[in-house]
Each structure stands twice: as structure tokens, then as C-alpha cells.
């Protein structure tokens, strides 16, 4: 008789018939004695740390909404006292304290998408950078290249892109291809951020607290 244990399921595996097997990136069951025992710790380290993060993440998204809530009730208190409502999302606003050394500023940033517009930008600026490739300086070159990179997850590099969009270059066929990626831009929703900042006194600068641990010193 199978003997399914929920429990050993959740840590990646299974109780069958008083064996323990570790599920492997397939699905397969593997027998836990055939497995590498620096194989077995690694998934041990994997999913203790793992263990720790999830919780903190949670955490993490109830705090920012708690924010969220906070500045929209305090909004709306202001909006009462002056009898007029704010439009659209409640973002781009800065709050500090009494004595002028906390700060939380509440922004809202576009989720940007590029259409196939953005193809025709690129045979427009290979256009250019064939016939400029003597005169033209690698780090041009270099940036344009970012530019149109797609990583692996289907995204572009927008940093570079809009640095492209700055650049002051009177040849037809780049004006075009600029002309092409503004038209490739497609606001596809916006999401709402909560950045925190303190300083030692007011001639200091902001310093941020940072509550994301891939900037967190």
C-alpha cells in the first residue's frame, strides 16, 4: 500500500511504501540513498533559506500596503478639509516629519511595453551604424547594442533606449528610428512604490531605509 506523506511532499519528497524518494527536476522519484549526499544538502540549504523568505516577503507586502492604506486615509482627511479630491492614482507625494528628518515618498511607475514598431527602430539604426562604422566610437555602438538586446525574458533595455531618444543626431533614418521607438512605447498599467528615507540632521542628505535585501547593507 502507497503511503503518501503531505508532509515530505512539501520538502521535495515522498514516503512510499516506507521508502523516501526525492522528487528531481523531472518529476522522477529518486531513491533519497542514491542521491549525492552534497546534492541532499544543497536542496537542505535551498529550502531553509527559502523557508525564511517567504514569510519575510509576506511581510514585506502587507507592510507596503499598510503604507499604502496610511497615505490614502491621510489623503483623504486633507482632501476633506479642503473639499476637493485628488484625480487619478494618489502617487508622487512626499511626507515628512515635524523636525524635517524622516521622509516617505509614495510614486507610481509605468509598467512599459514596446511594440513592433521597435523592430523598424532597429533596421533604421543598423542602417546608420553601417555606414557611420568608421567614424562612429565604440561606446555608441556599445549602447546601441544594450539598447535592442532582449534579454531572457523578452525585455529590452529601457535606460538605454531612452538614452538613444536623447541623443542629438540630424540624419533622416535616426530621426525615423527615434520617431519608431516613441511610437513603440505602450503603457501597459502602473504600479504604486513606497521609498523611505532618514538623515542624521537637515543639512545631512537622504539616506534610504531600505527594506529590499538585494540593496540591504
Known sequence: MTDLNDNAANNGRRQIDGVTYMIDGKGGLIPEKMVKPQDQLQDELVRKIIGFAEPISAQVARFRQHCLDDVDGFVALIEQEYGAKRGGKKGNLSFVSYDGL????????????????????????????????QGSGDELKAVINRAFDVDSQGKVNRNDLFYLLRLEIEDDRWQRAMRAIRD??????????????????????????????????
Do not use: H
Open 184 to 217: 513603440s512605447i505602450r503603457v501597459v498599467g502602473s504600479k504604486r512604490y513606497v521609498r523611505i528615507y532618514r538623515r542624521a540632521d537637515t543639512e545631512a542628505g537622504w539616506e534610504a531605509v531600505s527594506v529590499n535585501m538585494a540593496t540591504a547593507s
Open 102 to 133: 524622516l521622509k516617505v515618498d509614495v510614486g507610481v511607475g509605468d509598467n512599459v511595453m514596446f511594440g513592433p514598431e521597435l523592430q523598424i527602430a532597429k533596421e533604421l539604426v543598423d542602417e546608420c551604424l553601417r555606414e557611420w562604422t
